[in-house]
């Protein structure tokens, strides 16, 4: 797995694999794209750092400081 995040644009890229892309599929500000048996490739995440905030806001406490720790 790869995970990439792209300032400029604001979006986080999680690759799951090198398989080409057959399709994709856009659920609200993400982009899930699969190979040909429907197994995911990629997961791109639009607005990446206002998603985040929100989503570590439901963390549990001990998860935040493992990888959130500043």
Same mark, same amino acid.
Not at 19 to 47: G, M, Q, R, T, Y
């Given at each position: 797995?790869?995970?990439?995040?792209?300032? =400029?644009? !604001?979006? $986080?890229?999680?690759?799951?694999?090198?398989? +080409?892309? !057959? !399709?994709?599929?856009?659920?609200?500000? &993400?982009? $899930? =794209?699969? !190979?040909?048996?429907? &197994? +995911? *490739? &990629?997961? =791109?995440?639009?607005? #990446?750092?206002?998603?985040?905030?929100?989503?570590?806001?439901? $963390? +549990?406490?001990?998860?935040?400081?493992?990888?959130? #720790? *500043?």
């Amino acid at each position: 797995m790869k995970i990439k995040y792209y300032k =400029e644009d !604001d979006i $986080l890229v999680v690759k799951f694999s090198n398989k +080409p892309v !057959d !399709d994709s599929f856009e659920v609200e500000n &993400a982009i $899930l =794209e699969v !190979d040909k048996n429907k &197994a +995911p *490739v &990629a997961l =791109e995440i639009i607005h #990446a750092s206002k998603f985040l905030d929100q989503t570590s806001k439901n $963390l +549990p406490k001990d998860v935040k400081q493992k990888f959130f #720790a *500043v």
